[in-house]
Structure formats: structure tokens, C-alpha cells
């Protein structure tokens, strides 16, 4: 008999585990084979291997990388996480160089489960506070 996960703990290990230390072997464990992401910005990645390529490219910029769960609103198979993402900017991001600035924004997560593991997730990130911080936001520009 296979044990259900719930949404939360899946949420939890995704974040602490995979994005925080990293660890990526954990994605092989919580990610579905076919599992679907979409960030904020850029195409949709596929599978495990599809996601770290995502990881190693936003770590890459922001070395120290963390994501802060503020909460978790879960129902069934599904889940909303609330977040706080940090980092310093020492690489190339969203097409910027490196400006060294610890940038911070936040961010709403969609995850869908199976009760094993995560099969799909959305990630709308606040964009314009991170094109703000580095210096290429305009606030008054809205279109």
C-alpha cells in the first residue's frame, strides 16, 4: 500500500529541501515524471530534469538563493503557497547584469499533486519589484 503525501509536505520538502539547500536529488523523489512548471516569465519545463535546468539558471544569478513560505492553503490534490523569494543579484538575471544588490520579492505558487508527488506548478512572481530593485522598472510605467 503507498502512503499518501499531502500537498503541504510535498510543498515543504520542494522548497526546504530541493530550492533551499539545494538538493536535487529530491526533485527525482516529489516530481512527477511528466511534472509541468511554469514560472513567471519563459517557457513551460518538463519532468525533473526540465525543472533543474529552471533551478541551476536562477541559482546561477542568485547564488544565495532562498525561498520563504509564508503560507499554504491546501484543499484535496491542491495547494497555494504564499512566498517570499531572496537573493543577491552576482549574475546575469531577467537579462541584467550582476549589481551585487540582495533583491527580494514576492510570489503566489500553484501546485497540483497526485498524492505522491507534485505533477504540475505555476509560479507567479511580483516581477516588476525585481526589475525595480535592480534598477530597469519604471513604476510609472504600466503598459
Known amino acids: 500500500m503507498t502512503m499518501t503525501i499531502t500537498p503541504t509536505q510535498l510543498i515543504e520538502r520542494f522548497y526546504h529541501e530541493?530550492?533551499?539547500k539545494p538538493d536535487e536529488a529530491v526533485a527525482f523523489e516529489i516530481l512527477h515524471a511528466d511534472f509541468r512548471f511554469r514560472g513567471s516569465l519563459?517557457?513551460?519545463r518538463r519532468g525533473p530534469e526540465g525543472f533543474l535546468d529552471y533551478l541551476?539558471?536562477?541559482r546561477d544569478a542568485l547564488p544565495d538563493f532562498i525561498c520563504i513560505i509564508q503560507d499554504i492553503v491546501?484543499?484535496?490534490r491542491q495547494a497555494v503557497a504564499r512566498m517570499e523569494f531572496v537573493g543577491t543579484h552576482d549574475g546575469v538575471f531577467y537579462e541584467m547584469f550582476p549589481t551585487h544588490k540582495k533583491i527580494t520579492w514576492a510570489g503566489a505558487a500553484f501546485f497540483k499533486t497526485d498524492g505522491a508527488q507534485i505533477t504540475e506548478l505555476?509560479?507567479?512572481?511580483d516581477?516588476?519589484?525585481i526589475k525595480q530593485q535592480l534598477?530597469?522598472?519604471?513604476?510609472?510605467n504600466f503598459g
Do not use: K, Q
Not at 135 to 140: A, L
Open 122 to 125: 505555476w509560479v507567479l512572481g
Open 42 to 44: 519563459g517557457p513551460e
Open 127 to 129: 516581477i516588476d519589484a
Open 18 to 20: 530541493l530550492w533551499n
Open 74 to 76: 491546501s484543499e484535496n
Open 135 to 140: 534598477g530597469t522598472g519604471d513604476p510609472t
Open 56 to 58: 541551476r539558471s536562477v
